[in-house]
């Protein structure tokens, strides 16, 4: 089982949105879960507890939180210094800067999702993990605000092979390279 450990529920909705795409066929509470918290502090306080004390279908945790501007290298060593203890596989992916830096990483989503929308590819979105101000970015372009919509509305229709972010890249690479190993450990995790 794939336990993914988001910071905000804005990302469990995407996730939830794509992984089935990532992983056909597998069902979500079986084959994968993600478990939203409600912030850095929240996740960083679970870390430790809720990977030593799952013991149910041998997991394997994927622990995601946003960069917003600090120092990648520390925030990571950070949380494998917290996930190491449980003695549980993992995986620590950062999300430059935050999650709408993924968003934006698919202007034709935006497009799909949000029709009325001028979405121009802009210079500042052809790298847009290098956006510090992401979340900003898109509720100007698009107009709406609310976080959890806006994740699932774009996540919607995500072309998976298709992002100009380089963190939602590494993290798909990852979650591939997870279920493969995951399939070939068990005969197709069932």
């Known amino acids: 089982m794939i336990v993914l450990l ?8 995407l996730l939830e949105i794509i992984i089935p795409k990532l992983w056909p066929g597998s069902v979500q509470g079986w084959d994968w879960i ?13 870390i430790p507890k809720r990977m030593a004390g799952w013991n149910y279908r041998s997991p ?39 999650l709408e830096s993924w968003l934006l990483g698919d202007l034709a989503a935006v497009k799909c999702a949000y ?9 500042k979105f052809r790298d847009p993990d290098r956006l510090t101000n992401a979340s900003q970015e ?24 298709n992002n100009t972010s380089r963190s939602f890249n590494n993290f798909i690479e990852t979650f591939v390279r997870v279920v493969e190993a995951s399939e070939d450990l068990s005969g197709a995790y069932r």
Not at 34 to 46: A, F, N, Q, T
Not at 76 to 93: E, I, M, Q, T
Not at 151 to 158: C, D, L, M, Q, T
């Open 115 to 123: 029709p009325r929308t001028a979405v121009r590819n802009k210079a």
């Open 138 to 161: 898109l509720g100007r372009l698009i107009n709406v605000q609310g976080k959890i919509a806006r994740a699932k509305n774009i996540g919607r229709h995500f072309d998976l092979g």
């Open 34 to 46: 993600v478990l939203p918290h409600e912030g850095k502090s929240d996740l960083e306080r679970s």
């Open 60 to 98: 394997h945790f994927v622990i995601l939180r946003d960069n917003d501007g600090a120092d990648c290298y520390a925030i990571k060593k950070k949380l494998c210094d917290l996930a190491v203890g449980s003695n549980k596989p993992f995986h620590v992916r950062i999300v430059c800067q935050e």
């Open 6 to 13: 988001t910071e905000e529920p804005s990302m469990a909705r």
